[in-house]
Every structure is written in C-alpha cells, then in structure tokens.
C-alpha cells in the first residue's frame, strides 16, 4: 500500500454474503476510533463482537508491502501483522466471540 495522506478509508474488504456484515475487512483510520487507536486495522466480523487487530499505519507516500496473518482464531494477540517483512507491533486487539452470520441455505452435500 501507498498512503498519501492519513485517511479513514477502507482498504479492502470481503463479503461473504450476507446483508449483516462483510465478513473481513482492513481499514487506515487517521480518527481514533471507538476500540483501540488509529492506524491499520484488520476486522473480522462476528455476530457477538467483532475481533479487530491492529497497528500502527504505514509511512505515508511510501510502498509499503502489508502482511496479515490469519490463524482462523478469534483470539486477537495470536494475529500478525506485517511490513515489509517486519512485524509490527500491535496497538489494538479485541478478541472476537459469535458465529459467523450466513444466510445461504445449504442445498445438497456436495455444496
């Protein structure tokens, strides 16, 4: 990523559709937000809370190659973030709690 100028802006997100949540997405907030401070978030939604890692944003006007690691738990301090191929501290976390909201109905085994 490539910030200009601090922003509060979604980076890219990813919606697993269904019209409660977008499923995951990663956000550069300059505002201090509610939970946790300013900087890079990553956001898995849940139903109960939402589990939100985050770190400092990158330099501005600089390529930075952003990293995050995932492990498929909900427990905020197991994620990582990287750039450039330093991990980055973490200056939010919220554990996440609930079930993935899906509206999709499942048809057959097979799906």
């Given at each position: ?55 400092a ?19 905020a ?7 450039n ?27």
């Amino acid at each position: 990523m490539n910030p200009a100028a601090p922003l509060d802006n979604v980076i890219l997100a990813k919606n697993d559709n269904n019209t409660i949540d977008a499923g995951f997405f990663i956000t550069n907030l300059s505002s201090t937000p509610n939970v946790g401070a300013a900087g890079l978030r990553f956001v898995v939604e849940r139903a109960t809370t939402n589990m939100v890692v985050g770190a400092a944003s990158p330099s501005n006007n600089v390529w930075t190659h952003v990293v995050i690691v995932f492990n498929g738990v909900l427990t905020a301090s197991q994620q990582k973030i990287y750039y450039n191929g330093v991990e980055q501290p973490l200056t939010s976390t919220v554990d996440g709690s609930g079930h993935k909201v899906a509206t999709r109905q499942k048809r057959s085994s097979l799906d």
